[in-house]
């Protein structure tokens, strides 16, 4: 579904990404776990055309995104729920859902169903519907961005971190999200520090060191490296 | 229901009001709150929905005063045929300005339209032929409609209270329409809008344009109220002065035009009585207002609905910035 062929990604003269391949299958939930400034937003940047890499493709069922701009990449089905997720603060929830859904033009009946949808999976939601998105706590916005990335009836769902400042309970139930979403038939590809979420929910895993893909394999493949539970998954592994 | 009573009595204030006022000076302040109002509008739509600081906004008042004023003197056509081609010209101008400079950010963007509003200036200083050069252009008609003639103070009122209804309608509409929800998430996050599949680029030129649409009309109405345009009553003072009306009014508030433009006309109209110190106290009356009402007059004016109706929100209004006093 999507394959991402050597890309190579430049901030300035700063490579940030080195001959960088991955694929994501359909159907598939696959991670990619790197420590800070490993480079992991910034594929996602690259995938979403943020940003534009200066060699290599990025192809989405046989087509290369990287000619494409922004808004026709989410046109294509891929909808991404960003670092810090990036709620618009003062629209509020039911507006901010809706926002997530700007490239279904027509589709009244579709976009009312998955409204309906993205509020029984995080039910918090339909309770704050007409409050400002900036009243939400942490964890609530988080469901919000992946909520409205939802509403884009996405065919792969781009996650950056979603368990960045959550706490172990509610990061447990966002993983579990992820798990339904997957199961509705949407891929999700899910970048992480959290290494031990990511890994134990992920159909496949590529670890990611200084701008270049380092290792791969299942899930449980990673989890059972030693390397991997020295460097990423610490003590607790361990012990 | 209680909206509708409140509507009703203030059309009927503002059918009486010329009436109150016997002075034809009175008359004149309460016209150029309107042609304000209408600017305040267009400002609004640009700086307090996209969040792209205009300080050349009198440019494009001007365009549509010129071709107002051009249009009926060379080629005598009647006011109506006046508005809309200034109209389209005030447009088409914001399309041509904002593809190029609405791709800057910030405070670039800003002095981006300061040197367009200069360059408007030299323009209409020195295309003699068709502007008059400083002497300007002179014996514009009044605006008449079918034939009726606007030429007095009061009749041009009821006229200008009819345009702005109409305008304010369409700008009201257009901001609590599903678009106008799209504008605030340009406005509020422009990378996270642009991955919702919003242009954001287009959004900002298309309401650019139309923002420097309603300037042209103000400008249309101006020449054919005053029957005289020069190049001196569109410098980027002029701008700024439409900026304070927003930021006053509050940017980014329905009704944000409409206080902004009453407050900035009475202050400006008593302040002629101190002369050589009118600016000076301007400045610090202005300085000490945004002190005191940093989200505007339209700020203070939520706060005290929520605390009337909905003692909630107040809390909501703090997170979004929206304060009594800082
Ligand atoms: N706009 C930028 N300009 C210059 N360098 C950048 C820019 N954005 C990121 N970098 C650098 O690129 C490298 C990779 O950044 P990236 O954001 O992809 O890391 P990451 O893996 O997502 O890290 P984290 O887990 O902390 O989010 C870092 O060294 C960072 O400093
Ligand atoms: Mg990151």
């Known amino acids: 579904m999507l394959k991402i062929n050597k890309i190579n990604v430049f901030y300035g003269n700063l490579q940030v990404l080195r001959d960088v391949s991955l694929n994501i299958n359909k159907g598939e939930v696959v991670a990619m776990i790197g420590a ?5 937003t910034t594929i996602i940047k690259t995938i979403s055309g943020i940003l534009k890499p200066s060699s290599g493709e990025v192809l989405f069922e046989g087509e290369d995104l990287t000619k494409l701009k922004i808004p026709k990449i989410t046109g294509k089905g891929i909808a991404q729920c960003p670092e810090g997720r990036r709620i618009f603060p003062q629209l509020t929830v039911e507006e901010n859902l809706l926002m997530g859904s700007y490239t279904r033009n027509g589709d009244k009946a579709g976009k009312t169903k998955d409204y309906e949808w993205v509020n029984s999976l995080f039910p918090i939601l339909a309770e704050r519907r007409k409050q400002p998105a900036v009243t939400l706590s942490g964890g609530e916005q988080q469901m919000l961005a992946m909520g409205r990335a939802l509403m884009a009836k996405p ?7 979603p368990s960045m400042g959550l706490a172990p309970m509610l990061v447990k139930s966002i993983y579990d999200i992820v798990k339904t979403i997957n199961a509705e038939g949407i891929s999700v590809f899910v970048v992480e520090q959290n290494a031990f979420m990511a890994l134990n929910h992920s159909d496949r895993a590529y670890v990611l060191e200084s701008g270049k893909i380092v290792l791969s394999g299942t899930g449980k493949e990673l989890l059972d490296n030693s390397e991997i539970k020295n460097f990423y998954l610490g003590k607790k592994v361990e012990s | 229901m209680k909206k509708n009573i409140s509507l009703a009595i203030l059309a009927i204030v503002l059918l009486v009001l010329p009436l109150l006022f016997q002075s034809r000076y009175t008359q004149h302040i309460l016209n150029m709150i309107l042609i304000y109002v209408m600017l305040g509008i267009s400002v609004n739509l640009i700086f307090g929905y996209i969040g792209a600081l205009t300080l050349g906004q009198a440019a494009f008042f001007g365009i549509g005063a010129y ?3 051009i249009i009926s003197t060379k080629l005598g056509l009647s006011f109506l045929p006046c508005v809309l081609c200034s109209a389209v010209m005030g447009c088409l101008a914001g399309f041509i300005i904002g593809i190029p400079t609405l791709r800057l950010k910030g405070p670039y963007f800003a002095i981006a339209t300061i040197g367009l509003n200069n360059i408007i ?29 606007f030429d007095t103070e009061r009749k041009v009122y009821f006229l200008l209270l009819v345009s702005v209804f109409l305008i304010f309608l369409l700008y009201r509409n257009m ?4 678009y106008g929800k799209v504008m605030i998430a340009v406005r509020d996050n422009e990378l996270a809008a642009s991955a919702m599949g919003i242009d954001t680029a287009k959004v900002k030129v298309i309401v650019l344009a139309i923002s420097t649409t309603i300037a042209a009309i103000a400008g249309a109405y101006y020449a054919h109220i005053t029957n005289y345009v020069a190049p001196d009553a569109f410098p980027v003072m002029e701008s700024i002065t439409f900026l304070i009306i927003i ?8 009704y944000g035009p409409i206080y902004g433009a009453v407050v900035v006309v009475i202050l400006n109209e008593y302040l002629q009585y101190f002369e ?3 600016m000076l106290i301007y400045g610090v009356l202005i300085m000490i207002l945004l002190l005191f009402l940093p989200s505007g007059i339209a700020g203070i004016v939520e706060i005290a609905k929520a605390k009337y109706y909905e003692k909630k929100k107040i809390y909501y209004l703090k997170e979004v910035g929206i304060d009594e006093m800082k």
């Open chain 1, 36 to 40: 800070n400034g490993a480079g992991k």
């Open chain 2, 67 to 69: 071709t107002a004023a």
């Open chain 1, 155 to 161: 065919k792969l769902m781009l996650l950056d971190e």
């Open chain 2, 276 to 278: 050589q110190f009118n």
């Open chain 2, 247 to 254: 930021v006053l009014g509050g940017a980014g508030f329905k």
């Open chain 2, 175 to 178: 901001i609590s329409s599903h």
């Open chain 2, 121 to 149: 200036c030299i323009i209409f200083l020195n295309w003699e032929h068709l502007t008059g050069g400083a002497v300007g252009i002179s014996g514009i008609p009044y605006a008449s409609i079918l034939g009726l003639q």
